[in-house]
């Protein structure tokens, strides 16, 4: 199975192309230290939360992975509702400026921390409330430049409990 996707560059370019290995089992990451905020009010049932946060990458493979040593692209979130199910909170296109990333090499077993990962997701009211906390997982790709290739991984994060700030109607 070959996925495509396409990044949107700041400048306005868009690079369009399969990603290597997307056949593969992602790879896992531990989210630590997620930062939350919400966004300016919309006055709507919806509410929207931005988060950021660092990634421990695992490579569980038999073989040397190659990631972004500093970037990742997050083209969307998860939230488990109370039946134990995933639902998608948000699908987002991949923003970067064009950059020739160096890519970081990690060995079977190994790991590698990207430090500042953004993302987002929404919520719905119910009831006119939201909840304090939610989990999440995020599904992340890292893009990087070795030589003339530009490798990049499929990442998913393991669940992290998000707490949640108040969410404000002005």
């Known amino acids: 199975m070959i996925r495509t996707i396409t990044v949107l560059a700041a400048a306005g370019l868009s690079l369009h192309g399969q990603i290597p ?12 230290n997620p930062r939350v905020w919400q966004s300016v009010p919309s006055g709507g049932n919806r509410v929207t939360f931005f988060v950021n946060f660092e990634a421990t990458v695992r490579n569980d493979r038999s073989t040397e992975i190659r990631v972004s040593s500093e970037w990742a692209c997050v083209p969307y979130a998860e939230l488990r509702l109370e039946s134990g199910d995933w639902k998608k909170a948000l699908e987002a296109s991949c923003i970067s400026p064009v950059r020739d990333d160096p890519c970081f090499v990690v060995q079977p077993g190994g790991t590698h921390q990207l430090s500042n990962v953004d993302a987002s997701f929404f919520l719905e009211k119910f009831g006119g409330r939201i909840p304090s906390s939610v989990t999440a997982r995020f599904h992340l790709i890292t893009f990087c430049k070795d030589g003339k290739a530009f490798p990049s991984e ?15 109607e002005k």
């Open 21 to 32: 290995g997307a056949a593969r089992e992602p790879l896992r990451a531990a989210v630590r």
């Open 154 to 168: 499929e990442v998913v994060t393991e669940p992290v409990k998000i707490d949640l700030p108040a969410v404000s």
